[in-house]
């Protein structure tokens, strides 16, 4: 399998977590600059970085998860 670069435009704030030798990326939201995200409860920013995760700029946009 020929690995192809991303196209999720959050790949800045990808970062990587050890848990037990065992490692996970998650995408870190508080790093997106906007105080609004800090705000929100914590179920909102589960499926805000869901859907973070999830954005390849064609189904799921950019600029359609921020309004």
Same mark, same amino acid.
């Given at each position: 399998?020929?690995?192809?670069?991303?196209?999720?435009?959050? @790949?800045?704030?990808?970062?990587?977590?050890?848990? @037990?030798?065992?490692?996970?990326?998650?995408?870190?939201?508080?790093?997106?600059? @906007?105080?609004?995200?800090?705000?929100?409860?914590?179920?909102?920013?589960?499926?805000?970085?869901?859907?973070?995760?999830?954005? @390849?700029?064609?189904?799921?946009?950019?600029?359609?998860?921020?309004?």
């Amino acid at each position: 399998m020929v690995e192809t670069k991303s196209s999720n435009p959050y @790949d800045s704030i990808k970062e990587e977590l050890d848990v @037990d030798g065992q490692k996970y990326q998650f995408y870190n939201i508080t790093k997106i600059e @906007d105080e609004n995200v800090k705000k929100l409860p914590v179920s909102i920013r589960v499926l805000l970085e869901s859907a973070v995760r999830n954005c @390849d700029n064609f189904n799921i946009k950019g600029k359609k998860i921020f309004f």
